[in-house]
C-alpha cells in the first residue's frame, strides 16, 4: 500500500513538473548575449572595407522614389 502511495505522488510529481516546463517559454536573455545591442550596417560595412561614398550614391539610388518598372504593371499578376 504505501509502495502504491509513493508511485502515485512520484508520477503526479513528475506530470506536474513535465506540465511547468511544458508551458515555459525560452527566451534569449540579452545580459548573455553575444550580439550586441545594435548592429550598424554603416560600421559593419565600413570594418569590411566597402567604400562608404559608393554605399551612399547606391543608397540613394536606390531610394529614388521615380523608379518605373520597364513593361508597366504585369495584368496577370495578382
Known sequence: MAASMKMRILLLSILLLLM???????????????????????HLLRDLGYDMSKVE???????DTDRLSPGGPDPKHH
Open 20 to 42: 511547468l516546463v511544458g508551458s515555459s517559454d525560452a527566451r534569449f536573455s540579452r545580459k548573455f548575449s553575444i550580439m550586441p545591442e545594435k548592429l550598424v550596417s554603416r
Open 57 to 63: 550614391v547606391y543608397r540613394r539610388w536606390m531610394q
